[in-house]
Structures are given as C-alpha cells and as structure tokens.
C-alpha cells in the first residue's frame, strides 16, 4: 500500500485545484464558506461548469461518459473541491445514472441520461417509508398494473430535495404475494404526476431539504419501470453500493477542520490563556489526528487491500468512522461559539437576509453546523446497522 500521493496524483490534483481556483464562481465560494442555504440553482450552476469539463459523474467509466477516475482520483477531487468552497455534487447523479446503465431500456437511457449528466432534471430517491427505513423490504407503497400504466398508491418520506425534483427513482410493491425482496420494482415518476404532493419536513436546523410524498392513484406509463417487474431490489442494492461509496467524508473533514480553526484562531490571542480555551485547541488537535488516520484508513482501503466480503465491511467500517467524527467535529464547533452559540438565528442563513445576526455570522455558521449534522448517523444505513455489517462479515457473528 502506498500513502504518499505518486507523481500522477500530485499531478492530478494540481490540476483539479487550479480548475477549481479559476472556475468556481467567487459569490457561490462565499456562499458555501459562510454556510448560508443553497438554492436549487446554486448546484445547477456548479454542477454544469463541472458537466462542462467532463467531470459530472465522477464514479462513472469513461464508456458512460464519465471521466474515468480510479477511486483515489476521485478522494482527490473530492477533496479539492470540498477545501476549496465548492457546493458538493449532488449524490443521487452517481446512483441513478449507473442504474439507468445497467438495466435501463435503450428509450430510458436516451431521455435521460445527458438530460441528468448536465443536471438538466433534478433527482430524488424514493426508497424510505414511515416503518420501511432500514428494514426497506417492509415497504408498503403499491403500484398495481392496469393497462399501459401502474396505478401507485402510498407514502415516502425523509425524500430529500423531493421539492426541487423534476423526477424520483422509487421503489413500489408490485405483488401482494411472496418473498419481500421479489415483489418489489424499481420505477421513474415524474413529479408533475397528478395525485402526487409533496409536504416539507423542517429539519432541526430550520432547514427544508427533506420532504414527505403522498401517491394518490398516481398514473405511471409501463415504460418508466426500470429493469423487469419484481427486480426493483437487485437494482436498488446496486444503487445503495454507489451511495455508500460517497460516504467516507475526507475532504468534508477538512472543511470542518478549516471552519473550527477559523473560530479558534480569534482565541489565541486571549492572555493570560482560560483553560477552556486550552482544552477547545486540545480537542481540534486531537480531531486533526483522528482525520489524518481515517484519511490513511480510506487510503489503504481504496488502494485495494480490502476485497470481496471484507470490502463491505470496510464501507462499514469507513461510514461509522467518518460520521463519528464528522459528529465530533460539529460538537467542537458549537463549544467555539460558546454563548454566541446559543442566539442560533436560522433565518440569517438565507441569503436574502440582512439584519443583525444575534450571535455573530460565524457563530451561526457553527452551530448550523452542529444541527444539521444530528442526521450523518441515520442516512445511507444507520450506525446501528453497519454495525451489523460489520458483525457479520468481518466478526462471522
Ligand atoms: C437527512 C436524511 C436524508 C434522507 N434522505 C433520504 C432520501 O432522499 N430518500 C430516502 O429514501 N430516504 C432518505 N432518508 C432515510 C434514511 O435512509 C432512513 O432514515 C434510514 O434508512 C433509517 O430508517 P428509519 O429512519 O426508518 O429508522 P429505523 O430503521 O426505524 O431505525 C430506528 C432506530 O433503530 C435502529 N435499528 C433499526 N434496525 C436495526 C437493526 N436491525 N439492528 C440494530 N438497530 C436497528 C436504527 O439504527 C435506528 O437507531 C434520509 C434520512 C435522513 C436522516
């Protein structure tokens, strides 16, 4: 296993820095540095100037029109991208689209592939459903053949950004009958499908990103199934694998370390020293450490020393990990901003706002933070339940 980036990966990302350097639109750089909310349209900006170069897609091979990166390319994007400000790019590009790849219909693959490349339709993910989270075979949701369409009747719910969605990629029972995972299908809905609402879901932070969705005998053409009817579970443990690629975090690690240095810089200068503080620089070293040897973990995993079963595990392992200490880091966060942190003012994090901010803008910024990363542990598999994984694979329990 090699730790030390080759002359080809210090290329290459010298490289993704200066693109990044000169293409990331300085008021969006802003935006993301100082945590306020992106709108729809501030990803769609990013994501086409990336789809311009040919990266959108960063997972997918070159015969899909990806860039073909090998997986520490990618880290290194990733992380360049994350350091340097950039808006992340939106997860549900590298799930739908290897799956359209795979088992979509020539037809399929025509509307909407270049269409998602360029980010032209926005994407959600209808999986969870109020009692089908982690057990997801529960799921309840029915879509029942009548003709040239399915009549889909049910709930979703956690759909994140199903507001800003043109499409959702959802899972449905198409038999009443038989083993859970063989009667479920995997179909393309269109948003502005009469019979189909969609309610907000505010999060801690204030925030609205997740959605709950109601079908009310919502009409989808056979045309939009993907794959052959009770396949749906194949393709959606296909589509998981991809999401849970995205997880292991590096580069967001170090946009926090960033964030916290910025709100402990300000208290060296204090004299004589409060022990307080001493602990905060304490505890943003010792994170410095544990991100430095979970970067060196990603490594060695993506360096393929980890395969077949083992490698299940390690995504395990990695997502466990990694939100770990993306919690821990937040927690730091909000102990900086100390009492400012308690006058946590959501309305100043849109970008229309322009009254005072109670506790200062990067106090704010801090304890967002803090609030809206209570969430790593629960989606793309609970703690809980990669803990399973881990048990069972890698411990034979
Ligand atoms: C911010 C956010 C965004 C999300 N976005 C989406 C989205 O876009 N689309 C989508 O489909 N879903 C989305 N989800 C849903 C997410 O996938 C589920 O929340 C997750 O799978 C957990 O399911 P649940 O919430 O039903 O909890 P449950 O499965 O009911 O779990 C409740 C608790 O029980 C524990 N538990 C459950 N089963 C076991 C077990 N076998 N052993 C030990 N402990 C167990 C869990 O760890 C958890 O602590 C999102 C969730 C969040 C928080």
């Known amino acids: 296993m090699e730790l030390i980036e080759n002359a080809h990966e210090r290329a290459f990302r010298s490289s993704v820095r200066e693109f990044v350097a000169n293409k990331l639109p300085q008021d969006l750089r802003d935006k993301v540095q100082s945590f306020k909310r992106l709108e729809?349209?501030?990803?769609?900006?990013?994501?086409?100037?990336?789809?311009?170069?040919?990266?959108?897609?960063p997972n997918w091979p070159r015969e899909y029109g990806g860039p073909g990166w090998n997986a520490i390319e990618r880290k290194i994007f990733d992380e360049e991208c994350f350091v340097a400000g950039a808006p992340r790019l939106i997860p549900h590009v590298n799930m739908i689209?290897?799956?359209?790849?795979?088992?979509?219909?020539?037809?399929?693959?025509?509307?909407?592939?270049?269409?998602?490349?360029?980010?032209?339709?926005?994407?959600?993910?209808?999986?969870?459903?109020?009692?089908?989270?982690?057990?997801?075979?529960?799921?309840?949701?029915r879509a029942v053949r009548e003709g040239d369409h399915y009549?889909?009747?049910?709930?979703?719910?956690?759909?994140?950004?199903?507001?800003?969605?043109?499409?959702?990629?959802?899972?449905?029972?198409?038999?009443?009958?038989?083993?859970?995972?063989a009667s479920i299908s995997f179909l393309l809905?269109?948003?502005?499908?009469?019979?189909?609402?969609?309610?907000p879901v505010i999060s801690a932070d204030g925030a609205h990103d997740l959605n709950e969705v109601f079908f009310d005998d919502v009409k989808v053409p056979v045309e939009n199934l993907v794959g052959e009817e009770n396949q749906g579970w194949t393709i959606a443990k296909f589509l998981l694998a991809h999401e849970r690629t995205d997880l292991a975090g590096v580069g967001l690690c170090k946009r926090f370390l960033q964030f916290i240095r910025?709100?402990?810089?300000?208290?060296l200068q204090e004299q004589p020293r409060p022990a307080a503080t001493t602990r905060l620089i304490e505890r943003?070293?010792?994170?410095?450490?544990?991100?430095?040897?979970?970067?060196?973990?990603v490594l060695r995993v993506l360096s393929g020393d980890d395969r077949g079963e083992t490698a299940s595990a390690a995504a395990s392992i990695l997502k466990i990990r990694s939100t770990e200490l993306q919690q821990a880091m937040t927690a730091l966060m909000v102990d900086c901003a100390g009492p400012g942190g308690m006058r946590y003012l959501s309305a100043a994090r849109e970008e229309a706002w322009h009254g005072e901010i109670p506790g200062g803008d990067l106090h704010n910024a801090?304890?967002?933070?803090?609030?809206?990363?209570?969430?790593?542990?629960?989606?793309?598999?609970t703690t809980e339940v990669q803990k399973n994984i881990v048990a069972k694979t890698l411990l034979g329990l």
């Open 366 to 381: 801090l304890v967002a933070h803090y609030l809206d990363w209570r969430k790593v542990t629960v989606f793309g598999g």
């Open 262 to 267: 910025r709100a402990i810089v300000p208290l």
């Open 97 to 141: 689209c290897p799956v359209l790849h795979r088992y979509g219909s020539p037809a399929q693959k025509e509307r909407f592939i270049d269409r998602i490349y360029r980010l032209q339709d926005w994407w959600c993910q209808g999986y969870s459903e109020p009692g089908a989270g982690s057990d997801l075979a529960s799921l309840k949701t």
């Open 151 to 181: 009549i889909v009747n049910g709930q979703k719910t956690w759909t994140t950004w199903a507001h800003w969605a043109d499409w959702m990629f959802c899972l449905v029972r198409t038999s009443p009958t038989g083993k859970p995972q």
């Open 40 to 57: 729809r349209a501030d990803y769609v900006r990013w994501h086409s100037i990336i789809a311009e170069q040919g990266w959108s897609g």
């Open 284 to 297: 943003y070293h010792q994170l410095e450490m544990e991100a430095v040897a979970h970067e060196w973990t």
């Open 189 to 199: 809905i269109d948003m502005k499908t009469p019979g189909l609402t969609v309610r």
